[in-house]
């Protein structure tokens, strides 16, 4: 029952850093933000599918 939702959320981080990577490399951003870029995106991502986690499964 929950598998494809965790399929899901693995998809969602793998395409959303896939496009932080092409927009860190477009815009040319220095390797040391390129950390707190991808850590910050990959936090707020995270809780955002953890919240939804929450209100589809648990409400």
């Not at 040319?28 to 919240?51: A, D, G, M």
Request: proline fraction near 3%; include cysteine.
């Amino acid at each position: 029952m929950y598998l494809p939702f965790f399929l899901f959320a693995i998809f969602y981080l793998f395409i959303i850093n896939s496009m932080t990577n092409s927009l860190c490399v477009q815009k040319e951003i220095p390797e040391e933000r390129q950390i707190k870029v991808f850590r910050t995106i990959n936090v707020l991502i995270t809780i955002l599918l953890t919240s939804s986690y929450f209100r589809i499964f648990l409400t």
